[in-house]
C-alpha cells in the first residue's frame, strides 16, 4: 500500500543527499548558508521531482539541480522573513533563526548568496537550454515583484479590516505561485505540452492557497509551537490571515475546497497524476 510519509522522507532523502554536494565543507561562508539550509521539509523540490517524473523523466541529474535551486530560494526567504525589520522571529525550523545565530548582517548575506547560487544551480545539468531558460523565467516571475517579494509587502503592512480581496493577493503572491513554480519546472524539464502546463499552473496555485491556508489555521490551533516557534507568541497579530477573516470554521472550509479545486485539476491529467492529489491531502491534513 501507498505511503504517502514514505514517499516524501524518501524523496527529501534524495534532495538532502544532493544539497549537502552542492555546499563544499573547505568554505567557510558556505558554511553560514548552510544553517539555514540544514534543516527542512523540502516540499518545493519534491514537487520538482513529483512532477517531473509524473510526466515520464527519470535522470535526476536533470532535474535535481532545479529542485535544489528551489530550496535554496525558500531558505533565503526565510531568512530575510524572519529578520528584525520583518517578522523578527527568534527560531526557524526548531533552532536560532540566522540573525540570532549570526547577527543581521551576515544574515542578509547568507540569503543573498543562496538566492545567487540558486540561479547557478538552474544553469548545471543537462542540454535542455531552452528548457532551462524557461525555468529561470518561471522561477524569477514567482519570487520577484511579481511574486514573493509583493507578497512580503503586503504582508507586511498593517490591516486594519478583514479584506478577503487583500488576503487572496498576499496568500497568492507571498505562498501560491513559489508553491506553483516548483511544478512547473519540473514539467518544463519533462518537456510537457503547454496544455498540461497552463493545468498545472491553475492546480499548483490552488495546492499553493490550500498551504498558506493551512498555515494560517495552524498559526491559530499553536501547532507550531512545537517546533521552536516563540512560545505563546500570537503569529496573527496585526496579519491578514484566512481565520481572520473567514473566522476559523470558515478557514477551514475554504482550505477543503482548495483542495479539490486542485485535485480535480490533477486528476484531469491521468493517473500519473495521482501522487499529487495525495500530497494534496497531506498538505490539507498537515499538522507541522
Excluded: W
Amino acid at each position: 500500500m501507498f505511503d504517502i510519509n514514505n514517499y516524501l522522507s524518501e524523496k527529501k532523502d534524495l534532495v538532502d543527499r544532493a544539497l549537502q554536494q552542492y555546499f563544499p565543507p573547505d568554505h567557510p561562508f558556505f558554511g553560514v548558508m548552510y544553517y539555514s539550509l540544514d534543516t527542512g521539509k523540502r516540499i518545493r523540490p519534491i514537487l520538482t521531482l513529483a512532477s517531473f517524473e509524473a510526466l515520464g523523466g527519470r535522470n535526476l541529474d536533470v532535474i535535481m539541480p532545479i529542485a535544489c535551486g528551489l530550496e535554496l530560494i525558500h531558505t533565503y526567504s526565510l531568512i530575510h522573513d524572519d529578520l528584525p525589520a520583518m517578522d523578527n522571529d527568534d527560531y526557524r525550523r526548531g533552532k536560532p533563526t540566522a540573525h540570532k545565530q549570526f547577527g543581521e548582517a551576515l544574515a542578509i548575506l547568507s540569503g543573498d548568496g543562496l538566492y545567487a547560487y540558486a540561479f547557478e544551480l538552474f544553469s548545471r545539468g543537462s542540454n535542455l537550454i531552452d528548457e532551462r531558460y524557461r525555468v529561470i523565467q518561471t522561477v524569477s516571475e514567482a519570487v520577484g515583484p511579481k511574486g514573493i517579494v509583493y507578497g512580503q509587502v503586503l504582508d507586511i503592512e498593517e490591516h486594519k479590516t478583514a479584506d478577503p480581496k487583500t488576503l487572496r493577493k498576499i496568500h497568492l503572491n507571498k505562498t501560491a505561485k513559489f508553491i506553483c513554480a516548483p511544478i512547473k519546472c519540473g514539467a518544463i524539464m519533462a518537456r510537457a505540452s503547454d496544455r498540461t502546463l497552463a493545468v498545472l499552473e491553475k492546480a499548483g496555485i490552488y495546492l499553493g492557497i490550500l498551504f498558506q491556508y493551512t498555515d494560517d489555521i495552524l498559526d491559530v490551533v499553536g501547532e507550531k509551537d512545537r517546533l521552536g516557534k516563540t512560545p505563546g507568541k500570537d503569529e496573527s497579530a496585526g496579519k491578514l490571515t484566512a481565520p481572520r477573516v473567514y473566522g476559523l470554521s470558515g478557514a477551514r472550509f475554504r482550505a477543503r475546497r482548495f483542495a479539490e479545486l486542485a485535485q480535480g485539476l490533477f486528476s484531469s491529467l491521468g493517473d500519473q497524476f495521482v501522487i499529487f492529489n495525495r500530497i494534496t491531502d497531506f498538505v490539507l491534513n498537515r499538522s507541522f
